[in-house]
């Protein structure tokens, strides 16, 4: 019975929204709105806004506290420039004051890294007659695509140093223009845009061989870590965390290009492997035993995203803000780059109040409106999916994100197909409005940047702090007050008898 309670309340809350704004008309018939200056309940009401650009100084804090998702890669464009970003990152040992056996030699080290991928996308190729120490056996290779933002079908080369720095802890503030000093270049590999998982089983009964999840192997310089690692395993720099973080500042991966695509990965999926052999004595004679040994990425290991802009030659390398009459485009980048504010204006605020006290009209819905700029920004990169909204000045949740926490099909931000140019955004601001108009709460900006909120488990949100703005590579130009063009930043409201 509460199941079926919850599923009426439901459908009534689905189709009163659709029922709502299945009225609203055009943009273009605004003007049919008011006859005889009476407002028509139900119907679209919409009023300029001021919509300014936010310089947030291309930097954003980075640390791990921050990255449910790492970025690598570089991505240049006309508007934003060139942005490039590398994830540098602590490594522990799998043990301390290791015993690697008599007389260690390391045959191979790999790094693996771990893209998000489309998992839907695969392509498999099989080799029947693989050879497998001797075995027959049957090799069966799968390729996903990275799942990437910006020109995807470049390739790119993937870059391994040594960090030379001491990183600090794990709870330290670090932001993404850090500097940190690099020592030599471990490895590299070509990127072609995939990952590939590997499963090799037996012949005669396909009993499993080796099965490897899907992702990037990247081979580095035995000789190094056979002088670094090996050799070191009972001194003092090897012998616990705090002495290690020390003596290994960690590393520092990277592209060597300046445009491409940039890809997200799990900042603690990675793998480090020291493939070895040492001496064992059997039945009198020596005989050559092999070994692994692996390190421990995430967890309490410092790390962060380092990202460097260069706007010289774009749109944005000479660009003001002009927060009292607004700006004409808005330019909304994700990982530090810029965001945009929204106020409306006090004027609009006192007729709002005129038209409740006069026509007795209450606020039914408010949304800002926002369209992306087809004369600068009509392209098929991947146009951000949401916003994270706050009071300028504040990092808290505007009182739409509380009043409607409970209701499951209140969305913050709804928009049009994003494959489309124009696409545009609605914001509800039903609540933040009601509150300056009936309880004469403070008007404050809104201020707008890339990304969403991070959810738990049971898709709550974390808090306001908690979004993927660090990580968020996207964006996109949007059109601001700009009062010659009909799809400039509004406000629209619907307006209902009391």
């Not at 503030?173 to 590999?189: A, C, E, P």
């Not at 520092?252 to 492997?273: H, N, W």
Request: net charge neutral.
């Amino acid at each position: 019975m509460t199941n079926f309670k919850l599923i009426l309340k439901t459908s009534i809350a689905i189709i009163g929204s659709f029922l709502l704004f299945s009225c609203e008309p055009e943009l273009d018939s605004l003007g049919s709105q008011l006859v005889k200056d009476n407002v028509i309940p139900g119907n679209v009401v919409s009023y300029d806004v001021v919509a300014y650009n936010v310089n947030n100084g291309d930097i954003i804090r980075t640390d791990g506290s921050k990255l449910t998702a790492a970025t690598i890669g570089a991505f240049h464009e006309s508007q934003f420039g060139l942005q490039k970003s590398s994830f540098i990152t602590q490594i522990r040992p799998s043990a301390y004051a290791p015993d690697f056996g008599k007389n260690p030699v390391v045959d191979s080290v790999v790094l693996v890294l771990k893209p998000y991928f489309a998992s839907d996308s695969l392509t498999t190729s099989t080799d029947e007659n693989f050879q497998w120490n001797g075995t027959a056996a049957k090799k069966t290779v799968s390729r996903y695509p990275i799942t990437k933002y910006g020109k995807a079908k470049k390739n790119m080369t993937l870059q391994v140093h040594e960090v030379k720095d001491f990183l600090g802890s794990a709870s330290d503030t670090i932001y993404s223009n850090r500097q940190v000093n690099t020592g030599v270049m471990l490895g590299t590999k070509n990127l072609d845009g995939s990952v590939s998982a590997v499963k090799i089983v037996k012949k005669d009964d396909n009993s499993e061989l080796l099965s490897r999840d899907a992702g990037i192997r990247i081979p580095l310089d035995k000789n190094f870590f056979q002088d670094r690692i090996i050799s070191k395993a009972k001194s003092p720099e090897m012998a616990d965390a705090s002495n290690f973080v020390r003596y290994f500042g960690g590393l520092r991966i990277s592209v060597a290009e300046d445009d491409g695509y940039i890809f997200t990965m799990a900042p603690g999926g990675m793998e480090l492997i020291i493939y070895y052999h040492h001496d064992a004595d059997a039945n009198g004679s020596s005989t050559a035993q092999q070994g692994t040994f692996s390190f421990i990425f995430g967890g309490a290991n410092a790390r962060f995203n380092q990202v460097w802009y260069d706007r010289k030659g774009s749109a944005l390398a000479n660009w003001a803000s002009d927060e009292n009459m607004g700006d004409k485009k808005l330019y909304a980048q994700g990982m530090g780059g810029p965001g945009f504010g929204i106020r409306i204006p006090q004027s609009v605020v006192a007729q709002i109040k005129q038209l409740g006290a006069s026509q007795d009209l209450a606020v039914l819905s408010a949304k800002l409106r926002l369209y992306s700029d087809v004369s600068t920004w009509n392209n098929t990169f991947a146009k951000p999916v949401s916003f994270v909204i706050s009071p300028k000045g504040k990092t808290s949740f505007i009182s739409d994100m509380t009043a409607f926490a409970a209701n499951p099909v209140f969305s913050l931000i709804t928009t049009s197909s994003l494959k489309e140019n124009p696409a545009y955004y609605d914001i509800s601001i039903t609540q933040t409005l009601k509150d300056i108009i009936e309880k004469d709460a403070e008007n404050t900006d809104l201020i707008l940047n890339v990304g969403y909120y991070e959810v738990n488990a049971s898709n709550i949100k974390l808090g306001a702090e908690h979004t993927s703005t660090a990580y968020t590579p996207n964006r996109i130009v949007l059109v601001g007050s700009d009062a010659g063009n009909d799809k400039r930043a509004r406000l629209q409201i619907i307006y209902t008898k009391r």
